[in-house]
């Protein structure tokens, strides 16, 4: 299974970007230029300005734990993914009650087959953000990949209700790329789409989510 859209999933799985640009805006000692680079759209530029505050030594510990979850998101998506881990735990440990590194740690641990550890991050991310579809959509992945085919499905459909057109779309262009779904890429929950869904999670390698080079135009 390739490296899906961790940024788009972010998860999928972030907080609305200007709280947290806000958040670390109030940093002493942190200038704007290392702030717009933790925050970056580029990985390498995210992993450089994340860690350069993460050395700051006047941040405070929430600020410190979004650095250190935005600098293991840009490495997970450049598939870093076992050097990911210890930065979520770093994050994890600084704010308990982050949901979105937690989520995104549940991400990583499904992506390296370590569901058990993914699904008990996704239930406290769940337990702190309750109508994050990004969660829900994890929980369903993983349930998937466990053969919890009836569960999958409804954390899919809790997904959709929480994530609304947006995330219809994405499902829709997965499954229209998985060759299970052929109807149009509008946001609208039908029952072809949900027939889809049904034959997605009868399959382990089957992923409702499109790549990240797909759908860009169809979901924007």
């Not at 209700?161 to 997965?174: A, D, I, N, S, T």
């Not at 399959?203 to 979901?219: G, I, K």
């Amino acid at each position: 299974m390739t490296l899906r859209s961790l940024d788009g999933h972010v998860r999928r799985l972030i907080a609305p970007l200007a709280a947290l640009w806000a958040a670390c805006a109030l940093a002493p000692s942190a200038s704007s230029n290392t702030i717009s680079e933790c925050f970056s759209e580029n990985n390498e530029r995210r992993i450089a300005g994340c860690s350069e505050l993460i050395d700051n030594p006047n941040l405070d510990p929430g600020t410190k734990s979004l650095a250190y979850a935005m600098r293991a998101l840009a490495l997970s998506l450049e598939g870093a993914l076992t050097q990911a881990l210890p930065d979520y735990d770093r994050a994890i440990e600084l704010d308990p009650g982050s949901a979105m590194a937690l989520n995104n740690r549940a991400w990583v641990h499904y992506k390296l087959d370590r569901l058990s550890e993914g699904m008990s991050d996704v239930e406290r991310s769940l337990a702190l953000a309750p109508t994050s579809p990004h969660a829900h959509d994890t929980r369903a992945h993983i349930r998937q990949a466990q053969g919890e085919r009836t569960a999958a499905l409804r954390d899919y459909e809790q997904a959709i209700r929480f994530g609304g057109e947006h995330l219809v779309k994405l499902y829709q262009c997965g499954l229209e790329a998985q060759g299970i779904y052929r109807g149009p890429i509008d946001g609208l929950y039908t029952r072809d789409v949900r027939r889809a869904l049904e034959i997605c999670v009868s399959s382990a390698t089957c992923d409702p989510l499109p790549a990240d080079e797909e759908c860009r135009a169809a979901t924007s």
